[in-house]
């Protein structure tokens, strides 16, 4: 559907297109996409009402409009923490924002160790106690560009482009995106992942508002149930580590244990079989928990016998 007007915002710049309804007065449509084509606005539905002839009402979600600004404008600060702490050559090269988390890929030379990472964190955190209004202007472009406002390569743009502001001397992009009124409104920054996805190319992704405070819920209640499992250690981290030692040491032990048993299996086995013919034919089902167990005791055979010989071994290994 293409309305007169809209408050739907159209899939662009890397903000997914508003959700929501449209009422005619007798028929409600929920509104599952929202794009943009040919300078036109393009609602997507899941169906169409009977009669489209009349006014309509155009509501967005509100809450996923609310989550999904609060993950562009943390975009927008990302960035600007990034070239702080890595450098200012640093540039976008793709971006999603929607309501459930937003990711950013950037022009970087090296994997981003942990301590920058924290450092960014940090910084973006900052700037969203120290609750900065995020400011929208309309500049001729030449404007704008001098102010240092940073532009996406390959992207066209008129001759009055859109400026979103956060702190003159921290952020200044061009952008027709939806925005918080100020920083404060994101209440808290947190990065869950950063990554390789091409060469020289970084992806970080990240939450930011009720999202981020989810998530260190949801990692908080893992750390408390690992420790309930250890049995409230002292130190979780001493406990870990000593469970790792034991279990390598264990390993050893079994493959120890292991190792004698399949070659008393493989000796039993050499036993029980008779010769068939001018080629001796050795097959069984055996018990063993991997099926690397069952070349280890064809080798093990071979060594014992003279050939022509064939060896054939299975095994039910967890179903197969």
């Known amino acids: ?46 169906e169409l009402a009977p009669d489209l002839d009349t006014q309509v009402q155009a509501s967005i979600d509100r809450s996923a409009r609310r989550k999904t600004q609060r993950h562009h404008t943390a975009t927008h600060m990302l960035q600007a923490a990034l070239q702080q702490v890595l450098g200012k050559h640093i ?73 979103v502001i956060i702190d003159p001397a921290y952020s200044i992009e061009l952008c027709g995106g939806t925005h918080v009124a100020n920083t404060g409104e994101l209440g808290l920054f947190k990065i869950i992942s950063e990554s390789a996805i091409a060469a020289g ?22 750390w408390q ?26 390993q050893k032990q079994l493959e120890k244990m292991e190792a004698k048993e399949l070659q008393t299996m493989s000796r039993e086995i050499l036993q029980q079989q008779e010769p068939t013919g001018a080629i001796r034919f050795i097959g069984s089902n055996v018990e063993v928990s991997q099926g690397e167990a069952l070349r280890k005791m064809a080798f093990e055979m071979k060594n014992h016998l003279q050939p022509p010989f064939v060896i054939c071994l299975t095994a039910d290994i967890q179903g197969k």
Do not use: W
């Open 91 to 163: 540039a976008q090269k793709g971006s999603l924002n929607n309501a459930d988390y937003l990711r950013f890929d950037f022009s970087h030379f090296a994997k981003v160790s942990d301590e920058e990472l924290m450092e960014v964190e940090k910084i973006v955190n900052r700037k969203i106690r120290q609750n900065i209004p995020v400011v929208v202007k309309i500049l001729p472009k030449e404007e704008a560009l001098q102010l240092g406002a940073m532009a996406l390569f390959g992207e066209k743009y008129g001759d009055l482009v859109r400026v």
């Open 1 to 46: 559907l293409v309305l007169e007007s809209t408050p739907f915002y159209a899939e662009s710049g890397g903000q997914v297109g508003d959700t929501g309804t449209i009422h005619t007065g007798t028929y409600t449509m929920q509104v599952i996409d929202t794009k943009k084509e040919n300078d036109l606005i393009i609602h997507v539905t899941e």
């Open 225 to 250: 149930d690992i420790r309930h499992l250890l049995k409230n250690p002292k130190d979780v981290y001493k406990s870990v580590q000593s469970l790792q030692e034991e279990k390598a040491s264990l």
């Open 201 to 222: 190319v970084r992806r970080v992704e990240a939450l930011a508002g009720c999202r981020a405070e989810a998530y260190i819920r949801e990692q908080l209640q893992q």
